[in-house]
């Protein structure tokens, strides 16, 4: 069967048509959250934070922040009743990376590295590009209660 100019027409106009109108994006793309907002978003989820630290590339101490499959961002915070003085950086660590396969290297790194070292156990969380260290001094029930909020915030 042969169509018509004027079907032929109406079927190209009906494609080019298809072709300019966008397509809705019907996934949404997480936000990737900085170290400094995730503890923002612990405080306001009840967590008692008394001090925060945001390191940038000049005051990170383990020289690692930016570099390649290192973290983006990290902030150190204290937990009311860490005994931390003026100028002492606080014990709790949350690092953000640009993958989760770099967050589980760097998650896998400090528990070996600690391992068998008594006073430097911590509590370790890692859930996609996170990794959140709570300080061993913290109650298993403090860190309990900490890891369901981290969990939470980075959904």
């Known amino acids: 069967t042969q169509l018509s100019n004027t079907e032929l027409t109406t079927s190209a106009q009906q494609s080019t048509i298809a072709q300019t109108i966008p ?24 967590i008692k934070v008394e001090k925060v630290v945001t390191y940038n590339e ?7 922040l930016g ?3 290192q973290y983006t961002s990290k902030s150190n915070f204290a937990l ?5 003085t003026k100028g002492e950086d606080p014990d709790n ?19 070996q590295a600690i391992k068998g070292i008594s006073f430097a156990q911590q509590y370790i969380y890692q859930k996609g590009v996170y990794v959140l260290r709570i300080d061993n001094q ?18």
Do not use: C, H, W
């Open 23 to 46: 397509v809705e994006q019907t996934t949404a793309v997480a936000k990737i959250l900085t170290g400094e907002e995730v503890v923002t978003a612990l405080k306001a989820a009840g």
């Open 58 to 64: 000049e005051t990170d101490s383990n020289n690692l």
């Open 67 to 69: 570099r390649p499959n």
């Open 80 to 84: 009311k009743g860490d005994e931390v």
């Open 93 to 111: 660590t949350i690092e953000v990376f640009e993958t989760e396969e770099d967050a589980k290297a760097r998650k896998q790194y400090i528990e």
């Open 138 to 155: 913290t109650t298993p029930m403090n860190a309990k209660k900490i890891e369901e909020v981290f969990y939470n915030i980075v959904k």
